[in-house]
Nanobody, 123 residues
Framework: VQLQASGGGLVQAGGSLRLNCAAS????????MGWFRQAPGKEREFVAA????????YYADSVKGRFTISRDNAKNTVYLQMNSLKPEDTAVYYC?????????????????WGKGTQVTVSS
């Protein structure tokens, strides 16, 4: 599986962005997906995860109520809708895939990573 994240950009605080993660390969529906982010000088952190069916989702406390993860298996794409953005959301955002939903939740050695997309939120 190859992953390509897109949709990042510069937005003012309070604004919205939607990130996309397009996956290649015919086995996309076998994978749980996650979004992660890394700000300069900080460790990578978990943002959100979604099971292969889309029936289960989980969010970091810092984004709960503001971000929504979803997927369209027919389009091999996972989305991250980000609303009410804050300057502290500024980071490079990455999507990742693993056959185990629990592995995604733990950020514990996922099978595939995409290249990141920069999100910058100005105050």
């Amino acid at each position: 599986v190859q992953l390509q994240a897109s949709g990042g950009g510069l937005v003012q605080a309070g604004g919205s962005l939607r990130l996309n993660c397009a996956a290649s390969g015919r086995t996309f529906t076998s994978y749980a997906m996650g979004w992660f982010r890394q700000a300069p000088g900080k460790e990578r952190e978990f943002v959100a995860a979604i099971s292969w069916s889309g029936g289960s989702t989980y969010y970091a406390d810092s984004v709960k109520g503001r971000f929504t993860i979803s997927r369209d298996n027919a389009k091999n794409t996972v989305y991250l809708q980000m609303n009410s953005l804050k300057p502290e959301d500024t980071a490079v955002y990455y999507c990742a895939a693993d056959k185990s939903y629990s592995v995604v939740l733990r950020d514990d050695g996922m099978d595939y990573w995409g290249k990141g997309t920069q999100v910058t939120v100005s105050s």
